[in-house]
């Protein structure tokens, strides 16, 4: 696989077979993808990852403590700026009608936007999950470190067949999720992926989203 169908076969995967990953495969990903770049290679990203008994008790957990805190224990960063402007504002608001019209889920019933939105707490049936963190001290120039290697991990995962999604939805239960990973104080959890096999017949996972033409986002001169 070359990086260009790496990339364009990259998706936010949101229906997984529980078909396990080796840990081998897993190793050779985060191996290859420490190749990613960070300023003074500061290397600044730390990763847990679960699968097994330890995801389905991690899971247990979450699902336990849903029921009576739905929206978690807030976040100790903004996912998103308050106040959000255009055009992010309408890509954020086409890209989630996008996404639920894949399951016919119209915007009047909250309910079932809810229950979809809730599979983010299940790994999306994944069975495997990582989780990001970074220490405090670290900057916003650390931070894109860290989306790098992210974004490496991803890209490694197609190449093996695999599918991913990265998951702020898990930004608000980072008090639970320290606490079972033993996260050290001065870790601060960016957020969560699920990593496993695609389930292709799943009709969430044939959103494509749009994106931008090049002439919106960048500015080009001398060629
Ligand atoms: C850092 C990050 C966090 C994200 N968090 C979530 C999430 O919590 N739940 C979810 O379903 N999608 C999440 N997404 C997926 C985005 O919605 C998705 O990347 C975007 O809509 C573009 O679609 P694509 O990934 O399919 O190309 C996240 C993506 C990134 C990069």
Not at 75 to 99: I, N, Q, W
Not at 181 to 209: Q, V
Request: aromatic share 10%; with cysteine; charged share 20%.
């Amino acid at each position: 696989m070359n990086v260009s169908t790496a990339i364009d076969t990259r998706m936010s995967c949101r229906a997984f077979l529980g078909t396990p990953v080796a840990q081998s495969v897993v190793r050779q990903i985060l191996e290859t993808a420490s190749r990613a770049p960070s300023g003074g290679n500061l290397q600044p990203w730390h990763v847990h990852v679960l699968t097994g008994a330890p995801l389905a008790e991690f899971v247990e957990l979450i699902r336990g403590k849903l029921a009576s805190r739905p929206a978690g224990e807030g976040t100790e960063y903004d996912v998103y700026p308050p106040a959000l402007h255009e055009p992010y504002r309408s890509r954020r608001f086409k890209c989630g009608e996008d996404m639920y019209a894949t399951v016919s889920i119209p915007r009047e019933d909250k309910l079932l936007r809810l229950v979809q939105f809730a599979r983010n707490y299940s790994f999306f049936g994944a069975p495997v999950a990582l989780f990001f963190s970074i220490d405090r001290r670290m900057g916003e120039a650390q931070w894109a470190d860290l989306g790098m290697f992210m974004q490496s991990i991803m890209l490694l995962a197609r190449e093996q067949g695999l599918h991913t999604c990265a998951q702020e939805a898990w930004a608000v239960w980072h008090r639970t999720i320290g606490e079972f990973l033993s996260l050290p104080e001065e870790h601060m959890l960016f957020c969560g992926m699920s990593l496993g096999y695609r389930d292709e017949s799943a009709p969430i996972n044939a959103l494509r989203t749009e994106r931008a033409g090049v002439g919106e986002f960048a500015t080009l001169r001398g060629f």
